[in-house]
């Protein structure tokens, strides 16, 4: 038996590690996971003094202020926590998992597991998947897709002395000689794998200046899960996009049975007091046929509220319909751009205007809330997309929503089509970030103010030179006070905190 702990950076959901600790507990190893830090959502007069190690994301919330997803700087006493309780599980070997935002963190980390631990260190995740040549500089393992039979087969070998050398999916620096082995074939049926592991058992997390035990349910107040893997579509900003060439040949989307994912829904239910089911899945609207027979058995064996993504080519009537009548369901749709040129030439995307405009028509007519997610500070947009854009979220039926409280901005990630795009002409391409100031408020007032009213504010010199001053129109809300205190609390204080917070929450 090996003693394994894996570390999630930033990430406190962590589905994959979460897979990847099961099939660990499963082969019979000793798991013990830790939450590194939670990715907080701050306005700026919160912004710590300290700059961040990794990149900080910004975006624009709903009451029109900027907001910065801030990955804290790891403190001295939760590096030196982190150390100590490595040393006392005795452990064998320390999986990181990480995505690209985080890797100088990871770095980091890697070092003082190696210097002051001891231990050997495997980086995986969507970063070593996507990037490893360049990782692999800076961890002596890492693993690429799927890790939920590569990782058992690396830590078996390690700890027994044999091979790790020739592992498919694992890459090994041994004795200066880097080993790239193949990707091996996706996991084609996903129900052989054992049910991701929402135990709080040996789980952890070092934030606040201290290494708390998870308590209770070890996730979120909703019971996240994604009842599938992959995507069919190739959007040329996101993980799709790189890993479709990947696996080409192999079946890429898979899901679930019925059977299996509400077997896992039950168990929550009964195990935790789960009240809202958050389907992770990058498009649940996806298979119609499965849709058919999982919906009205959740809605008889579960009856929870619950959420989901969905994509506009996958919102026709019927499935509108199979979704409204499972029960009470919130909706989000990926828009991304109102304009047909950036969505075609830009983004790869196969949901044309008139398509997102039927699909938001066919949820408001089942009587289903949504949310849209629109990518924003996309410096290849021209003045006239951005128009689009907004006239886009001005004809979509009300009301309209704009997902997570935030604008997102475009992010340029390792190896995707859009940072390659970008890439060849950043230079003479920067950001225009006044224009950007001015329509991403309008975005957002859109949610609140009538059309007319937004197109009198688009036509007005005054705003478009001020663009700050929209903010008068956003209503006083505070959203982000809200997440603040849901997301920063380390877990073991959530519960005694839980009653203080309920005014301001509900407030
Ligand atoms: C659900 C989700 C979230 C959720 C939950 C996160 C989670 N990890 O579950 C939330 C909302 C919290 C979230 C937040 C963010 N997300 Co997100 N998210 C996703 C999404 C849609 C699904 C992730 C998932 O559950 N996959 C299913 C599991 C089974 O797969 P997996 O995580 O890849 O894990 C497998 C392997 O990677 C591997 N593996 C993973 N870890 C390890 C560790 C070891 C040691 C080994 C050996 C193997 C291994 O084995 C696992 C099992 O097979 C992905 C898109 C996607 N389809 O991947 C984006 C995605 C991961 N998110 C992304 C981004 C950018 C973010 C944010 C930065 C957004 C933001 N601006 O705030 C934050 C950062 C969070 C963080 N700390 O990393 C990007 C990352 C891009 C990149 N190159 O880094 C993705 C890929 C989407 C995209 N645009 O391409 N996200
Ligand atoms: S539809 Fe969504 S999940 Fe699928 S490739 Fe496009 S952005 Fe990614």
Same mark, same amino acid.
């Given at each position: 038996?090996?003693?394994?702990?894996?570390?999630?950076?930033?990430?406190?959901?962590?589905?994959?590690?979460?897979?990847?600790?099961?099939?660990?507990?499963?082969?019979?190893?000793?798991?013990?996971?830790?939450?590194? %830090?939670?990715?907080?959502?701050?306005?700026?007069?919160? +912004?710590?003094?300290?700059?961040?190690?990794?990149?900080?994301?910004?975006?624009?919330?709903?009451?029109?202020?900027?907001?910065?997803?801030? @990955?804290?700087?790891?403190?001295?006493?939760?590096? %030196?926590? $982190?150390?100590? +309780?490595?040393?006392? /599980?005795?452990?064998?070997?320390?999986?990181?998992?990480?995505?690209? /935002?985080?890797?100088?963190?990871?770095?980091?980390?890697?070092?003082?597991?190696?210097?002051?631990?001891?231990?050997?260190?495997?980086?995986?995740?969507?970063?070593?998947?996507?990037?490893?040549?360049?990782?692999?500089?800076?961890?002596?393992?890492?693993?690429?897709?799927?890790?939920?039979?590569?990782?058992?087969?690396?830590?078996?070998?390690?700890?027994?002395?044999?091979?790790?050398?020739?592992?498919?999916?694992?890459?090994? =620096?041994?004795?200066?000689?880097?080993?790239?082995?193949?990707?091996?074939?996706?996991?084609?049926? $996903?129900?052989?794998?054992?049910?991701?592991?929402?135990?709080?058992?040996?789980?952890?997390?070092?934030?606040?200046?201290?290494?708390?035990?998870?308590?209770?349910?070890?996730?979120?107040?909703?019971?996240?899960?994604?009842?599938?893997?992959?995507?069919?579509?190739?959007?040329?900003?996101?993980?799709?996009?790189?890993?479709?060439?990947?696996?080409?040949?192999?079946?890429?989307?898979?899901?679930?049975?019925?059977?299996?994912?509400?077997?896992?829904?039950?168990?929550?239910?009964?195990?935790?007091?789960?009240?809202?089911?958050?389907?992770?899945?990058?498009?649940?609207?996806?298979?119609?046929?499965?849709?058919?027979?999982?919906?009205?058995?959740?809605?008889?064996?579960?009856?929870?509220?619950?959420?989901?993504?969905?994509?506009? &080519?996958?919102?026709? %009537?019927?499935?509108?319909?199979?979704?409204?009548?499972?029960?009470?369901?919130?909706?989000?749709?990926?828009?991304?751009?109102?304009?047909?040129?950036?969505?075609?030439?830009?983004?790869?995307?196969?949901?044309?205007?008139?398509?997102?405009?039927?699909?938001?028509?066919?949820?408001?007519?089942?009587?289903?809330?949504?949310?849209?997610?629109?990518?924003?500070?996309?410096?290849?947009?021209?003045?006239?997309?951005?128009?689009?854009?907004?006239?886009?979220?001005?004809?979509? @039926?009300?009301?309209?929503?704009?997902?997570?409280?935030? +604008?997102?901005?475009?992010?340029?990630?390792?190896?995707?089509?859009?940072?390659?795009?970008?890439?060849?002409?950043?230079?003479?391409? @920067?950001?225009?970030?006044?224009?950007?100031?001015?329509?991403?408020?309008?975005?957002?007032?859109? &949610?609140?103010?009538? @059309?007319?009213?937004?197109? %009198?504010?688009?036509?007005?010199?005054?705003?478009?030179?001020?663009?700050?001053?929209?903010?008068?129109?956003?209503?006083?809300?505070?959203?982000?006070?809200?997440?603040?205190?849901? =997301?920063?609390?380390?877990?073991?204080?959530?519960? /005694?905190?839980?009653?203080?917070?309920?005014?301001?929450?509900?407030?």
């Amino acid at each position: 038996m090996a003693k394994v702990a894996l570390i999630s950076l930033y990430d406190t959901v962590a589905l994959g590690l979460r897979y990847l600790s099961a099939s660990l507990k499963e082969a019979g190893h000793e798991v013990t996971v830790i939450y590194l %830090k939670q990715y907080e959502v701050l306005m700026r007069e919160d +912004l710590p003094d300290e700059g961040a190690i990794d990149e900080v994301n910004y975006g624009l919330c709903s009451r029109g202020e900027i907001v910065y997803c801030y @990955p804290r700087l790891v403190s001295e006493p939760e590096h %030196k926590g $982190l150390v100590a +309780l490595l040393k006392e /599980k005795n452990v064998d070997v320390v999986g990181i998992s990480l995505t690209s /935002k985080f890797i100088n963190t990871a770095r980091q980390v890697t070092e003082w597991v190696k210097d002051e631990v001891g231990a050997p260190v495997i980086w995986g995740g969507i970063e070593p998947t996507i990037n490893p040549e360049e990782d692999i500089n800076y961890t002596d393992y890492l693993c690429r897709g799927e890790g939920d039979h590569a990782i058992v087969e690396f830590v078996e070998a390690l700890t027994s002395g044999g091979d790790v050398t020739s592992i498919p999916n694992i890459w090994a =620096r041994v004795d200066g000689t880097v080993h790239k082995n193949e990707f091996r074939p996706l996991i084609q049926d $996903l129900d052989t794998l054992p049910f991701p592991d929402f135990t709080p058992d040996n789980k952890y997390e070092i934030s606040n200046d201290g290494v708390w035990p998870r308590v209770d349910r070890d996730c979120w107040d909703d019971f996240l899960f994604s009842s599938s893997r992959g995507c069919p579509y190739k959007c040329t900003f996101c993980i799709h996009n790189v890993m479709h060439d990947f696996f080409k040949g192999q079946r890429y989307v898979r899901r679930h049975s019925v059977d299996y994912t509400l077997e896992i829904l039950k168990r929550a239910k009964e195990e935790y007091k789960v009240t809202k089911i958050h389907f992770w899945d990058d498009i649940f609207s996806i298979h119609k046929e499965w849709l058919k027979v999982f919906l009205p058995r959740y809605k008889e064996e579960i009856g929870l509220p619950y959420w989901c993504y969905v994509y506009p &080519q996958q919102c026709d %009537k019927s499935i509108c319909k199979l979704l409204a009548d499972a029960g009470d369901v919130e909706v989000r749709m990926g828009v991304q751009s109102g304009s047909e040129k950036v969505l075609e030439d830009q983004y790869g995307r196969r949901a044309p205007r008139e398509m997102v405009l039927e699909a938001a028509n066919n949820l408001t007519e089942a009587g289903i809330e949504y949310q849209i997610d629109i990518i924003t500070n996309n410096p290849l947009e021209e003045e006239e997309d951005c128009i689009a854009t907004l006239e886009l979220l001005l004809d979509m @039926p009300r009301p309209v929503r704009i997902g997570s409280d935030t +604008l997102s901005y475009m992010s340029f990630f390792p190896n995707y089509d859009m940072t390659n795009m970008y890439e060849a002409v950043k230079d003479s391409r @920067p950001l225009n970030e006044k224009r950007y100031g001015f329509y991403n408020r309008l975005f957002l007032l859109a &949610q609140y103010r009538s @059309p007319e009213f937004i197109r %009198k504010l688009h036509r007005s010199s005054y705003f478009r030179n001020h663009p700050e001053k929209l903010q008068y129109f956003f209503p006083g809300q505070a959203p982000m006070a809200v997440q603040l205190l849901q =997301r920063t609390i380390p877990q073991g204080f959530r519960d /005694k905190a839980k009653d203080a917070l309920t005014p301001v929450l509900s407030g």
